[in-house]
């Protein structure tokens, strides 16, 4: 046992002073590692919620994709020829579906963005994907900032942005460029390569990797952040992650027989991609990154970074005064400060400040507070 | 004022909030994977660590650091307290558990000197003040423009553990008191303490008595929950065994063939961990493996829901204005953010004016200094000027007398060269210009050595 410090004595401030945290050491087993079922069991009750955005010109396959990712039909994917209109303006469309497994409930809500970068004049395109986004930060503030507030206030952020690029195979196009580049600095944004069964393999490395110079080159950080590792091997597990980005993926919702196999695949007259063969497609890899290991992840970096970043700024814009807890003036947002961009400036964890501040070449200087 | 809240339970099936919603259930033809879901909520948990923070409420000697010490079986600390001091007041430690690989930050808060002064009237408020101050500062934390709520120290407190002594009859009205005014803030665990002093018959009539006294004054104690299936049987037959009767001892005596945690005496020895003997174990089965969420839980959203609601209505904000019209947060801000305008602006122009005449006397005072200064400038100039005037009408009358001299001189030079010998006669006969010329010599020589 530690040589215990005596305690200070009984200070007449209400707060501890400087709680002076002392290991202990425990003679037997008191059954403290229980909370981590207790904290299972409460999850499982109050079921998961998961936000996800699809953004990407038509008949990239969106729709498929998304589809495939959740096994099921979350939307009636559109076959070209079947005579509907494209539409003339951006619209936004939202679904929410409950799936469940083993008992773990998941209450799926994705976006999808058909018209996106359809029409002749594309300016300004991505103004009501960034207006949409900061509505729903708008409606998680508002909430949060009622005075009778509900015990679990309903989540419908987006936690994850799969930004669709075309199968090119030379580089990002300029309104690529300029989308994500302001996307990233809202949301957590995941390209991907889409319908890359019209790529060799070579191509789709020569292509990776332009797009990853080309990201480099425009400052555009996407999911997952470097500036929010918290440790050596959150460092390790996703710098590899970060290779591979952008995925290559193929998306389908039909199933062939393959040597006796049912897979999920497309069909050609020259063979048949597999959507769960790694040597065809990396659809796993994108899989495993937004459902069965970064979930959790994507849902506490839109919270504590994207979301704090939102608030703070209406916070400030809205002329806030020098004294007092959070008096601030919160008329409704004004469209433009929904889709005005933000300085990216909350971090993770305090020692990441200095990270940021330096990395960060895309951060706007902060409007003088008045 | 306490503000006894029924709980607002928004339990509202899930059927029908999804039919409200209009959201599908899907169903999916394969495998998707995210039961892994609860696992990733898990880790994330672990790399965060945990905090749990116990209040203990009990006079001195009854017993609180040995049952925690005994609870979360280590030594945190040895000295006794004094029965001398004047007043209640908290002491809060923190300590770090670890267990396989949950880290757990625990931070024990025990009073000193409860129930020790004659005069008990303000003994609960120091407590009270306590909780309000932990709510304080999460709510302060909460309403910054800039927060990081995720890596905040939660130091508000989960549970109270309150130790009742074993008189054997009824509640002492201190500790009626004290629970009725902690009761909306904090979730109260009762515990009778020293329960080895009781005798089996004794200890039921004395828990039937106290229940029946919570209840009939309306102190809400914290119920373990019924409503999840896994937990619900148990925590519903604990619920009845309230207030669990504990001893507390770490000191191991050999009982059989083990060392057991025990109290020894001579008739005989209480084994803390023997379900017979006392409802220790109940107790750290209810705090620690089952519950030990629930009370966070019910401390975040109930408790600090309540003190925030309370804390911004005093402020004067409320979601509804008089007319029932639901107010935003809005207009109330704006009206006190114009308030607050016009006093900055009017202390502003308050300062402004003394400064300005400040600024005023000092000039005047300046202006006279220097006008005094010129004055005497003036006048030691004139002086000066007065001085240098006479020195040079001395100095011209002194020249003309040498000049005068040096004219006799020479005329008398002129008249001694003539007749020489009559000269030198003449000198001695006329002694009187001899010493005339002796004279001018020597004032001639004053003259060069002046000058």
């Given amino acids: 046992m530690d040589p215990l410090k005596r305690s200070p004595p009984p200070c007449p401030s209400p707060r501890p002073s400087s709680p002076r945290t002392q290991p202990c050491e425990m003679l037997g087993h008191v059954g403290i590692e229980t909370v981590l079922d207790q904290l299972k069991i409460k999850a499982m009750k109050t079921g998961f919620e998961f936000n ?36 003339q303006t951006l619209q936004l469309h939202s679904e929410t579906h409950v799936i469940e497994e083993k008992g773990v409930k998941l209450k799926l809500t994705v976006t999808d963005t058909p018209g996106f970068g359809d029409q002749i004049n594309n300016d300004k395109c991505w103004e009501p994907i960034l207006g949409y986004i900061n509505e729903q930060y708008e409606r998680y503030l508002q909430e ?24 090119t195979g030379h580089c990002l196009r300029p309104l690529d460029i300029e989308l994500l580049q302001r996307l990233c600095r809202t949301v957590n944004v995941v390209p991907v390569i889409a319908r890359a069964d019209s790529l060799t393999i070579e191509e789709r490395e020569v292509f990776r990797n332009r797009i990853q110079q080309n990201l480099k080159t425009h400052c555009i950080e996407v999911y997952p952040q470097k500036c929010f590792d918290e440790d050596i091997n959150d460092r390790i597990l996703n710098s ?43 659809f796993p890899l994108l899989r495993d990154l937004l459902i069965r290991s970064h979930l959790q992840d994507l849902k506490d970096i839109t919270h504590n970074v994207h979301y704090e970043n939102y ?54 200087p902060r409007p003088a507070s008045s | 004022m306490a503000m006894k809240m029924t709980c ?27 039961e892994s879901l609860p696992d990733q909520l898990v880790n994330r948990s672990i790399q965060q660590g945990f905090r749990f923070n116990i209040l203990c409420v009990g006079e001195t000697g009854i017993g609180k650091s040995t049952l925690i010490n005994t609870l979360f079986n280590t030594s945190f600390e040895d000295c006794e307290s004094s029965h001398f001091y004047p007043h209640v007041k908290l002491k809060a430690q923190t300590y770090e558990l670890q267990e396989s690989n949950v880290q757990l930050k625990l931070t024990v808060v025990s009073t000193v000197g409860f129930g020790d002064q004659t005069n008990k009237e303000e003994s609960y408020q120091p407590i009270v003040d306590y909780i309000d101050a932990q709510f304080e500062a999460y709510l302060q934390e909460e309403l910054k423009i800039e927060r990081s709520l995720f890596n905040y120290l939660d130091s508000r407190i989960h549970v109270c553990l309150y130790f009742i002594s074993p008189t054997g009859h009824s509640l002492k009205i201190l500790d009626l008191l004290t629970m009725k005014n902690l009761d909306s803030k904090v979730n109260i665990i009762p515990v009778i303490a020293q329960a080895d002093g009781i005798s089996k018959t004794e200890l039921q009539k004395f828990k039937m008595a106290l229940m029946s006294e919570l209840v009939s004054n309306g102190v809400q104690i914290y119920q373990f929950p019924t409503d999840d299936d896994s937990v619900a049987k148990i925590n519903a037959a604990m619920n009845g065994q309230l207030p669990f009767a504990v001893v507390g001892s770490m000191t191991e005596v050999k009982v059989g ?41 019910q401390t975040h959203s109930r408790h600090y829901e309540l003190y925030r609601r309370c804390k911004l209505e005093e402020m004067g904000f409320a979601d509804v204005g008089p007319e029932s019209q639901p107010v935003s947060l809005q207009q109330m801000y704006d009206v006190k953010r114009q308030e607050f305008c016009r006093e900055v602006q009017r202390k502003e122009e308050e300062l402004k004016r003394v400064y300005v005449q400040r600024v005023r006397e000092k000039e005047a005072l300046f202006k006279e200094a220097r006008r005094e200064l010129l004055a005497k400038f003036e006048h030691l100039k004139r002086v000066h000027q007065e001085e240098t005037m006479r020195l040079e009408e001395k100095r011209r009358s002194l020249e003309e007398e040498v000049i005068a001299f040096s004219k006799k001189k020479v005329a008398s030079e002129v008249f001694q060269n003539q007749p020489f010998l009559a000269v030198g006669s003449n000198l001695r006969k006329e002694p009187q210009l001899v010493t005339f010329m002796g004279k001018c010599f020597q004032v001639q020589g004053q003259y060069i050595s002046q000058s």
């Fill in chain 1, 52 to 87: 996800i955005m699809v953004v990407g010109q038509t008949g990239l396959g969106k729709s498929t994709m998304v589809n495939t990712l959740f096994r099921s039909k979350v939307w009636k994917s559109t076959h070209p020829g079947t005579g509907v209109s494209m539409p």
């Fill in chain 1, 144 to 167: 949060e900032l009622l005075i009778t507030r509900q015990r679990h206030i309903p989540d419908t952020r987006v936690h994850c942005c799969v930004y669709f690029v075309p199968p």
């Fill in chain 1, 240 to 282: 590899k992650i970060r290779d591979r980005i952008p995925f290559a993926v193929v998306g389908a919702d039909r199933e062939h027989l393959v040597d006796g196999r049912c897979v999920l695949g497309r069909k050609t007259k020259w063979g048949v991609i597999e959507v769960e063969n790694m040597a065809h497609c990396e």
């Fill in chain 1, 311 to 364: 608030r703070v700024g209406r916070l400030n814009a809205s002329h806030l005064l020098p004294r007092g807890p959070g008096w601030v003036n919160l008329a409704p947002a004004t469209p433009e400060q929904l889709t005005s961009p933000r300085p990216l400036r909350a971090c993770r964890r305090p020692h990441d400040d200095s990270e940021e501040e330096s990395g960060l070449s895309m951060a706007n």
């Fill in chain 2, 8 to 34: 607002m339970s928004s339990q509202v099936s899930d059927d029908e909030q999804r039919k409200r919603e209009k959201i599908r259930s899907l169903t999916m033809c394969g495998h998707v994977g995210f």
């Fill in chain 2, 257 to 297: 063939n083990k060392m057991v945690k025990a109290r020894q005496y001579p008739w005989g020895v209480v084994q803390v961990e023997n379900e017979n003997h006392c409802d220790f174990v109940k107790l750290r089965e209810m705090l620690i493996c089952t519950n030990m969420e629930d009370l966070r839980e």
